[in-house]
């Protein structure tokens, strides 16, 4: 496994709408499991699609902490449990509610913003076996659903602010910062 680098923002892939993936191949697996392994070396991060990694395929995986509420010490963090998602071709099929939640992104590091985004989704994808699955998410999984699926259609959270001046920078993580970015 390796970490990849991540795509920032003006980057042309980001604004591709990604590949579907047709086979489940070894290259696919391990495209994964380096996804899987960048996405756990970035602390506070949900999620990141294909083409934050410089591919434009459509896959994306989400780390999301079992109990996503529970805030504890640097410690208690390291034994935490937490599920990864891993989505290939997925399609939002579903969305219920809406609420405003702050959103970052890797993509676009040391910023910000307020994002329109549903409190229920339902998500259609296959898993790494091949086999269709849905997910169906709720509070930050749901976050990270719709964020990372908008990455793979060139869509970054930017792009639905009302008001591109509610843009806000942050103080760079290791200033303090606990914002969780995707």
Do not use: F, W
């Not at 509070?139 to 964020?147: D, P, V």
């Not at 993580?173 to 970015?181: L, R, S, W």
């Amino acid at each position: 496994m390796a970490e990849l680098q991540i795509r920032l923002l003006p980057d042309p892939i980001l604004r591709k709408k990604a590949k579907k993936i047709t086979i489940i191949d070894k290259s696919i697996k391990k495209l994964v499991d380096d996804m899987l392994e960048t996405l756990h070396c970035v602390p506070g991060r949900a999620g990141i699609a294909g083409p934050q990694v410089g591919k434009s395929l459509q896959v994306c995986v989400i780390n999301i902490p079992d109990d996503e509420d529970e805030e504890g010490e640097e410690a208690e963090e390291s034994e935490a449990k937490s599920t990864d998602y891993i989505l290939i071709n997925p399609e939002i099929v579903k969305k219920k509610g809406e609420r405003i939640i702050e959103e970052g992104c890797l993509s676009i590091p040391g910023y910000v913003a307020d994002v329109k985004r549903a409190e229920k989704v339902t998500v259609k994808c296959k898993n790494l076996a091949g086999k269709e699955i849905r997910i169906r998410g709720e509070g930050l999984l749901a976050q990270a659903l719709e964020h990372e699926i908008d990455h793979l259609n060139g869509i970054l959270y930017i792009d639905l602010l009302e008001n591109p001046d509610s843009l806000r920078k942050i103080r760079p993580p290791d200033a303090g910062a606990d914002e969780t970015q995707e």
